[in-house]
């Protein structure tokens, strides 16, 4: 017995079925209906044992009888299990909520300290901002920031020097200011920048991250002040390269910002440029699509993608990749949505911002898509959940384990 069938057979064990039952039914799903002497010879059951079986699995829904002569059909899991999932996924929700207040009250006990986990490190404000004028100050060949309200402040009031001086060096600065931070700057006196800093106009954003050399990487959190500092050089090239570059690249020169809202078009600007218009002709492209070709597409866009950007996220094993995956998601959708994977239940959360009929259509969405189809475990939407807020798409990983 193979070390995967081996796993199928405990994971059944630990839903109810005993060593026999599960035996059988895996039998049942790989060799269709067979008589009771080869049934117990291909699965191993003792002939004895094996009509015992048959019938429990019977009363569990697993199995559909036919008598005279006996024959059986195997019925999906799916089917059968299901609801215990969707009960369990209930439970885990309840648990979820639970850790999130303890989260909070953890939070509150922390303030005025730092913590360290694993490849990242949490710093609260003091911390946070101490943390981004020493890696400015470290800085030798490159710093890229988005930034916007409180972050904006904490780079002008206490960097403008570090600024300035990267200048010296030859570095490459540029910095994304939200626009909605430019326009209430404008009403004072206009941003105050070192003018060897490019600076570029982007849309608003929740997010502030801090780029520095490709190699590390700072997220602001525009709400508590604190920020996460992760020290991968690997995470922060995929991000400078597939997140801050193509904002940098479709975002306005801050002059020509200036000449096109003497125009009076200052706040149609952010719809009329940018990732709305990319955005749209993808998802009307998308929309005359069947699904079919959705995933043929997905599937030849990653393996071209995995050829022009060069990142281990594209060689990981499902095992290890699925949860990294699931982060640059989170990431990529920014505020239009968010991403949950759990390595446990291999479950997918995906909830987008407004309602909608199929997953977002975001480049990188795709390309998991295709990342998914191309090692055999395709993405299968189990629920689909519409609220106010949104809709939630609840997928399920279809490992198959008895290859």
Same mark, same amino acid.
Request: charged fraction near 25%; aromatic fraction near 6%; include cysteine.
């Given at each position: 017995?193979?070390?995967?069938?081996?796993?199928?057979?405990?994971?059944?064990?630990?839903?109810?079925?005993?060593?026999?039952?599960?035996?059988?039914?895996?039998?049942?799903?790989?060799?269709?209906?067979?008589?009771?002497?080869?049934?117990?010879?291909?699965?191993?059951?003792?002939?004895?044992?094996?009509?015992?079986?048959?019938?429990?699995?019977?009363?569990?829904?697993?199995?559909?009888?036919?008598?005279?002569?006996?024959?059986?059909?195997?019925?999906?899991?799916?089917?059968?299990?299901?609801?215990?999932?969707?009960?369990?996924?209930?439970?885990?929700k309840e648990l979820k909520s639970s850790l999130a207040r303890i989260r909070r009250i953890r939070e509150e006990g922390l303030r005025g300290k730092s913590i360290a986990e694993g490849k990242y490190y949490i710093f609260v404000a003091s911390?946070?901002?101490?943390?981004?004028?020493?890696?400015?100050?470290?800085?030798?060949?490159?710093?890229?920031?988005?930034?916007? $309200?409180?972050?904006?402040?904490?780079?002008?009031?206490?960097?403008?020097?570090?600024?300035?001086?990267?200048?010296?060096?030859?570095?490459?600065?540029?910095?994304?200011?939200? #626009?909605?931070?430019?326009?209430?700057?404008?009403?004072?006196?206009?941003?105050?920048?070192?003018?060897?800093?490019?600076?570029?106009?982007?849309?608003?954003?929740?997010?502030?991250?801090?780029?520095?050399?490709?190699?590390?990487?700072?997220?602001?959190?525009?709400?508590?002040?604190?920020?996460?500092?992760?020290?991968?050089?690997?995470?922060?090239?995929?991000?400078?390269?597939?997140?801050?570059?193509?904002?940098?690249?479709?975002?306005?020169?801050?002059?020509?910002? @200036?000449?096109?809202?003497?125009?009076?078009?200052?706040?149609?600007?952010?719809?009329?440029? $940018?990732?709305?218009?990319?955005? =749209?002709?993808? #998802?009307?492209?998308?929309?005359?699509?069947?699904?079919?070709?959705?995933?043929?597409?997905?599937?030849?866009?990653?393996?071209?993608?995995?050829?022009?950007?060069?990142?281990?996220?594209? =060689?990981?094993?499902?095992?290890?990749?699925?949860?990294?995956?699931?982060?640059? @998601?989170?990431?990529?959708?920014?505020?239009?949505?968010?991403?949950?994977?759990?390595?446990?239940?291999k479950l997918i959360s995906i909830e987008t911002k407004g309602k909608a009929e199929r997953l977002p259509s975001n480049p990188w969405m795709l390309a998991f898509i295709g990342y998914l189809q191309y090692n055999g475990i395709p993405l299968?939407?189990?629920?689909?959940?519409?609220?106010?807020?949104?809709?939630?798409?609840?997928?399920?990983?279809?490992?198959?384990? @008895?290859?």
């Open positions: 017995m193979s070390s995967q069938a081996r796993a199928v057979i405990d994971s059944l064990k630990e839903l109810g079925l005993t060593e026999y039952e599960a035996r059988v039914y895996i039998c049942a799903l790989t060799e269709g209906s067979l008589p009771m002497r080869e049934l117990a010879f291909r699965s191993g059951v003792p002939r004895t044992k094996v009509y015992q079986s048959v019938r429990s699995l019977a009363k569990r829904g697993l199995l559909r009888l036919k008598e005279n002569p006996l024959r059986f059909t195997a019925v999906d899991a799916d089917e059968v299990f299901d609801p215990a999932i969707r009960q369990e996924e209930k439970r885990i911390e946070a901002q101490a943390k981004l004028s020493d890696i400015i100050a470290d800085c030798q060949s490159s710093f890229h920031a988005i930034v916007d $309200g409180h972050w904006y402040d904490v780079l002008n009031r206490n960097c403008k020097k570090q600024l300035a001086s990267l200048s010296l060096r030859d570095a490459d600065v540029k910095v994304l200011i939200g #626009e909605e931070k430019l326009r209430e700057l404008f009403e004072e006196s206009g941003p105050d920048i070192p003018a060897e800093v490019r600076v570029k106009i982007k849309s608003s954003s929740e997010r502030s991250i801090f780029i520095v050399d490709s190699s590390i990487v700072l997220i602001g959190n525009p709400t508590t002040g604190g920020a996460t500092f992760i020290p991968l050089a690997e995470a922060a090239s995929l991000i400078d390269s597939n997140l801050f570059q193509p904002l940098w690249n479709t975002s306005l020169e801050l002059n020509r910002y @200036l000449r096109i809202s003497n125009s009076g078009l200052s706040e149609e600007l952010s719809s009329l440029t $940018g990732s709305n218009v990319n955005q =749209t002709l993808l #998802e009307t492209i998308l929309s005359r699509m069947k699904e079919d070709d959705i995933n043929a597409i997905s599937t030849e866009f990653y393996l071209r993608l995995a050829s022009a950007v060069p990142s281990r996220i594209f =060689t990981m094993k499902p095992e290890a990749g699925l949860q990294v995956w699931a982060e640059l @998601l989170d990431i990529f959708l920014a505020d239009k949505g968010k991403v949950r994977y759990d390595n446990v239940t299968r939407i189990i629920n689909k959940v519409d609220s106010e807020e949104g809709t939630i798409f609840q997928g399920k990983i279809s490992w198959n384990i @008895l290859a």
